[in-house]
């Protein structure tokens, strides 16, 4: 079973624990948190994942290092020590943060400009482009990519809006030489 599958798995569980708790905004939080100080701390990764590490330690730091977290966290964090599984960690809190999304209707997006976006340029992205993904709003993150030359590419999971410059250029080309054979 891929390991995506099984992350879903512990996502949907805490995810429906949570939500009879009436914990899910806080239970995201953490997991956002804890996201963050996993990415951001190489020695902690190299530490769970050591195969010479015992369980007990690994527990040990996890309880210790997110002691302020609920419960329903913290047990969820040493289930995946238990059974070995430290390396879905991440894709667990990717699966969960995907469905706290999708129950408010907000999508993630990246959206490509040659500089960077004001506030109102970005509500007015999310405002235009969340009712043709089915969502209320989106969560936007903007990437500077002088390469596009002018206007925007959006990309909302798997969907590309490519309203850039260097995006028409590219059809255009693609145009003139299907057009030419």
Not at 33 to 43: A, G, I, L, N, Q
Request: hydrophobic share 40%.
């Amino acid at each position: 079973m891929s390991n995506t599958i099984i992350a879903k798995r512990y996502a949907d569980a805490l995810f429906q624990l949570a939500q009879e708790k009436n914990k899910l905004e806080q239970v995201e939080s953490e997991l956002r948190t804890f996201r963050d100080v996993y990415t951001s701390s190489p020695k902690l990764v190299h530490f769970l994942k050591h195969p010479r590490v015992t369980m007990d330690q690994k527990k040990q730091l996890v309880t210790k290092s997110f002691q302020s977290f609920s419960n329903e966290v913290l047990h969820t964090l040493q289930l995946l020590v238990d059974r070995h599984r430290e390396d879905i960690m991440m894709d667990m809190v990717a699966q969960f943060i995907t469905k706290m999304n999708d129950a408010k209707g907000i999508a993630d997006a990246e959206v490509y400009s040659v500089r960077e976006l004001s506030d109102a340029e970005k509500q007015r992205i999310s405002e235009t482009f969340a009712p043709k993904v089915g969502k209320k709003s989106l969560n936007l993150t903007n990437i500077v990519d002088p390469e596009i030359l002018g206007g925007i590419r959006l990309r909302i999971g798997n969907r590309i809006f490519d309203g850039s410059i260097s995006g028409k250029l590219r059809r255009m080309k693609r145009e003139l030489t299907s057009a030419n054979n």
